[in-house]
């Protein structure tokens, strides 16, 4: 080949096989070359024995299913763009017009908001149900009922529900049970072990543990209901970036050492708290006296893990605009969504707004503030904590 621009696209230079490294190689492609239009032909994008199409998996993508089947204990794995994107491809799949999924009330907002807004609007009804008894969930069962939803524990007030009982529920009324696992990140339980159909997981928070990546997961443990998943998520077009992906393979190797550094400083931080005055509630499931605290050690007292993420409630004596001046006088805990990575994040919540008083009462008056402890040196968090609550 003499011409140039030719030579440069269709160079006869082919790398020796066998290269290994300790990072896995970063496949990129929309493209996918075959062989003969015999492969072409008999090309099978459901299949992971080969590749067809980069929305359907190149090496890179297929190795990082594959490490997060093996962290969450699943048979197959599906990657999408966001943990958000996640949620809505299973409901997506699994939900038709005349349907009906259920939602804990403490869930992550945008589950609800979804359901409320474009499910609603398909004629997909939706309810939300206290996590905290199950036996609520099963009166809200219903002929109708084809997904429940499931968080452990509720992502900002912590409650820690009994996961076996609610799966139990929504089983025997013929549901699907899909939990969204991002709190325990596979590390601190194994959701199937739970008996879940599908374990949902934003890599956004620790498997990517850099707040500098969106992707979320979709395991399972059955294959049928893996490609009725996966049949939605290739039609609505939900592939993940080849950089991205591999940024997750990176951060995976250092993601127990990670959530348990966290996890060690978060419980630090939430007992230091217990004993302040401003402070009426911890609400960290690990600690004695939190909604669910018996349920958290029934599922992680043998990993004794705990996600590094815990709300505290203000005594109502601190209006919220004192309480929002506590969190901007924080200097090391930025003001931020999102959790696992780096940096400690400090968000105040009005729960109220966000619940139906009508599924659980939320007990507390005072502003609920959530604290995502990342790695800095837990001393210098404790002293940016105290010196914001004495600004208070
Ligand atoms: C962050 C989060 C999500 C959504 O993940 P994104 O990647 O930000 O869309 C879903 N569920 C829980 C519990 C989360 O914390």
Redesign the pocket.
Known sequence: MHDIPTGLIHHPYAAPAGFSAPQPGVFKASTVIFPSTAAMRARDWKSRAGYTYGLHGTPTTFMLEERLCTLEGGLQCLLVP??????ANVGLALLRTGDEVLIPDN??G??KALAASELAAWGIAHACYDPMNPADLRARMTPRTRLVWM?VPG?VTMEFPDLRALVDAAHAGGAVAAL?N??GAGIAFCPFDFGVDIS?H????YPSGGGDV???SIITRDEALHLRIKGTHMRLGLGVGANDAEAVLRALPSLDLRYRAQDRAARHLARWLRSRGEIVAVLHPALDGAPGHAHWRDACGTADAAAGLFSVVFHERHAPADVDRFCDSLRLFKLG???GGPISLVVPYDVPSMRHADVAAWPHRGTLVRFSVGLEAVEDLQADLDAALAAL
Do not use: H, R
């Not at 934003?202 to 928070?205: D, E, P």
């Open positions: 966001s943990g958000l994107a996640a949620i869930a992550y945008p589950n968080e992502s969204d991002t709190w949902v934003a890599l956004t928070k969106l992707m979320g969504y999102s959790w």
